[in-house]
């Protein structure tokens, strides 16, 4: 079965500069979500999209912004990176009844995440 | 805010017995609870969950326990196995929407000793 797809699986970028990641949900999955992980830490929620639309807003900084196009496909655009920056960031995609409502909550299945490592 | 507590940080028990990981929830919203097992630089996995309408579901060696009234949810494993050991991570989405975040407990570092 398909899988939700992170490219680059490792970044190394120099401080102050921009890093971009992406991510492929699985097909038919409407909703995605940006997790950031730090060394040692539970993962922190950072925004969601559903239907191309932010859906939900976490800890994330101004420096960064995120998308989700046409395809359903997200980017998540890093700018100024600090050393903090430095984490695993993963993404995960889940599929919503339609009107994004439901009684049920869904299983948001994680991808394999992308290392980024700032200098 | 929404909150998720976990304990504990780590536990060491011996091959062949049990685990026990407890987590408190604060948002009482919320009705779904799933378990994650982490190794080291992987995705998270989601290893069991249940929904508020049972008290108990089983999935082989490991069972997850809720009690709503405390906000209270517990996971167990049995018969523990040198591949159980990772870490394991507790989570309540809030109830306000199917498609909500994951609010994540800090984390259980198991260890299995041959």
């Known amino acids: 079965a398909a899988g939700v797809i992170q490219s680059p699986r490792h970044l190394i970028k120099e401080k102050r500069e921009t890093a971009t990641l992406k991510c492929y949900p699985i097909p038919r999955h409407d909703t995605v979500y940006w997790y950031q992980q730090g060394p040692g830490q539970d993962p922190q929620f950072l925004i969601s999209f559903y239907e191309k639309m932010q859906s939900d807003k976490g800890s994330i900084p101004d420096r960064f912004s995120a998308q989700q196009f046409s395809d359903y496909h997200s980017e998540l655009n890093m700018s100024s990176l600090e050393l903090g920056d430095s984490a695993l960031y993963f993404c995960?995609?889940?599929?919503?009844?339609?009107?994004?409502?439901?009684?049920?909550?869904?299983?948001?299945?994680f991808g394999p995440g992308t290392r980024l490592t700032v200098l | 805010g929404e909150n998720v507590e976990q304990h504990p940080s780590t536990l060491s028990v011996q091959e062949g017995d049990s685990a026990v990981i407890k987590c408190t929830y604060s948002d009482s919203a919320s009705n779904y609870f799933p378990w994650y097992k982490q190794e080291l630089g992987k995705r998270p996995q989601l290893i069991i969950d249940i929904r508020s309408n049972v008290g108990e579901k089983k999935d082989q060696r490991i069972a997850v326990t809720l009690n709503k009234t405390a906000k209270h949810f517990s996971l167990h494993i049995t018969e523990t196995q040198p591949e159980d050991s990772a870490v394991y991570f507790c989570?309540?989405?809030?109830?306000?929407?199917?498609?909500?975040?994951?609010?994540f407990g800090s984390g259980t570092r198991l260890s299995i000793r041959p």
């Open positions: 995960a995609s889940s599929f919503q009844w339609a009107g994004g409502r439901s009684s049920s909550y869904n299983e948001q299945f």
């Open positions: 989570a309540a989405p809030p109830g306000y929407s199917s498609a909500s975040k994951i609010i």
